[in-house]
């Protein structure tokens, strides 16, 4: 598992995805998944030209289906992000909380779920967990641990190269019942089947009747508070032409076709207290430091961007929506949608995808088929 940061290499990766085996194999860990989403949170790539790429090849709607599902999925975190606190429970209290803490087993991956510990051990190593790994530990935590969904959320977001703060939230609420109508559990038997392990007697070795567990197993009793810290690089002094216009990256944007090949001031913005309320790991703001290198000429400013402005004179500042902006003025832009018609607030997944698909069809018809 590798994550390469060359704008054309991230491209030969969307140009290698094949979205039929995709829909046939994408729930096991060595199914034909795409790794695609840290391009994508971090504004690279998105979902829109993904979609693009892909009906460009000349496929059918309905034979793709499953796949441009799972975009359509990541669109809908996001127009909800728009709408709703993410920080609180959705739509219901989660049900049946004994903490606020994090197993310490989840944190040393030793919860003997092999699957997940192993799943755990990669993260760490490589930023990426498989989504089905990322529902079982997230079920394992909260639903049979019996945590609060929030800390453990800010635990994974912390060391994920995807770290999406809508997609994060709100899968993490999925699984524990507060964006969905019931908790999500898998026991051993389909952890087995969709990570290739062969792993009995453990405490997910029941029949679904009898999870989740009325008593949080021993090996997840003990449970740690973390602090989760980011550390930014050093503040740089940059040069800025106040004749051109400003444009701002940021965490959630690191797009090198933004505004292509018109002059302007290029500056990459880490904001202390942008980490401060969503921590990172030093590898993820690594990451995010090679993909800028995609943009010609950016700068990176760390600091606010009250301190930007009232450091420089800045002319025309373009910078991208995104609703974890903290205090920006001027020129603001659109993310790049799968449909920027469809926005707002839809109760469900299933809603959001009957509108969609409307103008999905619409999307189709424009290609040679
Ligand atoms: C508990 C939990 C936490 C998660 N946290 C994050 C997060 O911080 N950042 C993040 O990007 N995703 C998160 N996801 C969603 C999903 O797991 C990842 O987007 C996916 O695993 C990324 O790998 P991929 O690009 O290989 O996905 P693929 O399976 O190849 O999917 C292609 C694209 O579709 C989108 N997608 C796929 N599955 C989902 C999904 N379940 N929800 C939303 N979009 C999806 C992603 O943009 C992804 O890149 C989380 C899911 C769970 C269950």
Request: net charge negative; charged share 20%; with cysteine.
């Given at each position: ?95 049946d909380?004994a ?41 394992l935590?909260?639903n049979i641990a019996k ?36 908790k999500?559990v898998?026991n ?14 453990t405490f997910l070795d029941k029949p679904y009747e009898y999870l989740p567990p009325t008593k949080i197993p021993q090996e997840l ?149």
């Open positions: 598992m590798n994550f390469p940061t060359k704008y054309s290499e991230i491209i030969a990766r969307i140009e290698s995805i094949d979205p039929i085996k995709y829909g046939e194999t994408r729930n096991y860990l060595e199914g034909a998944v795409t790794y695609l989403s840290p391009y994508i949170s971090r504004g690279v790539i998105s979902t829109k030209m993904v979609l693009d790429k892909i009906l460009a090849k000349g496929y059918q709607l309905e034979e793709i289906e499953s796949f441009v599902k799972e975009l359509a999925w990541r669109d809908y975190f996001q127009r909800l992000a728009q709408v709703r606190n993410l920080e609180q429970d959705i739509k219901f209290p989660q049900v909380v903490h606020h803490e994090i197993p310490l087993a989840v944190i040393n991956a030793q919860t003997g779920i092999q699957a997940v510990d192993d799943a755990i051990e990669q993260l760490y190593a490589h930023g990426y967990m498989h989504n089905h790994l990322r529902m079982y530990t997230a079920a935590v909260t945590s609060h969904w929030l800390l453990p959320s800010k635990w994974m977001y912390y060391y994920l190269l995807d770290a999406d703060f809508a997609s994060n939230r709100c899968s993490w609420q999925w699984v524990c019942g507060a964006n969905s109508n019931k999500y898998a051993q038997e389909n952890v087995n089947r969709f990570a290739g392990t062969q792993q009995h007697g009793l003990e449970t740690v508070e973390i602090r989760l810290e980011t550390q930014l690089p050093d503040a740089e002094k940059i040069q800025i032409d106040a004749t051109l216009p400003t444009f701002l990256y940021n965490f959630y944007n690191v797009d090198p076709n933004w505004h292509f090949g018109e002059a302007g001031n290029r500056i990459l913005l880490l904001d202390p207290a942008f980490f401060k309320e969503h921590p990172v790991h030093t590898t993820v703001i690594q990451f995010v430091l090679e993909l800028a290198k995609n943009v010609s000429n950016i700068q990176l400013f760390v600091g606010s961007f009250q301190e930007l402005k009232e450091t420089y004179t800045l002319n025309s500042i373009y910078f991208k929506e995104h609703p974890l902006n903290i205090g920006y003025s001027g020129i603001e832009e659109s993310r790049d949608w799968i449909s920027p018609e469809i926005t707002g607030y839809f109760p469900s997944f299933f809603a959001y995808w009957k509108s969609l698909k409307k103008e999905l069809m619409k999307i189709y018809q424009t290609y040679d088929h």
